[in-house]
């Protein structure tokens, strides 16, 4: 069994910076790699933010410049760091991960249970 755990979201005015946390544990071999996800009202879930095993990031045009994925892979973490927050990544944050969780065995995934971040003056 594996869980993630969220924590960070909240309320900020724009121009402001929330930084996300998403904290795996259980049984866990490996990680392939991590990501950040969000779903606004109303639209398709989208892939924010990724980071591989390798340490390669991918982000979303939208969050160039602005938002940064890391980890800690001691602690089997994953960071998102918002700065310049604007009205429009208002969003429920939910992050991934492809854990492998026995030598051998194939790679799931995982979800956290969703953050809301307003982003509102």
């Known amino acids: 069994q594996v869980q993630l755990v969220e924590s960070g979201g909240g309320l900020v005015q724009p121009g402001g910076s929330l930084r996300l946390s998403c904290a795996a544990s259980?049984?866990?071999?490996?990680?392939?790699?991590m990501g950040w996800y969000r779903q606004a009202p109303e639209k398709e879930r989208e892939l924010v933010a990724v980071i591989t095993s390798a340490g390669t990031t991918n982000y979303v045009d939208s969050v160039k410049g602005r938002f940064t994925i890391s980890t800690d892979n001691a602690k089997n973490t994953v960071y998102l760091q918002m700065n310049s927050l604007k009205s429009e990544d208002t969003a429920v944050y939910s992050c991934?991960?492809?854990?492998?969780?026995?030598?051998?065995?194939?790679?799931?995934?995982?979800w956290g249970q969703g953050t809301q971040v307003t982003v509102s003056s």
């Open positions: 259980g049984s866990i071999f490996s990680i392939a790699h």
């Open positions: 991934n991960m492809k854990i492998q969780q026995f030598r051998g065995f194939p790679t799931r995934d995982a």
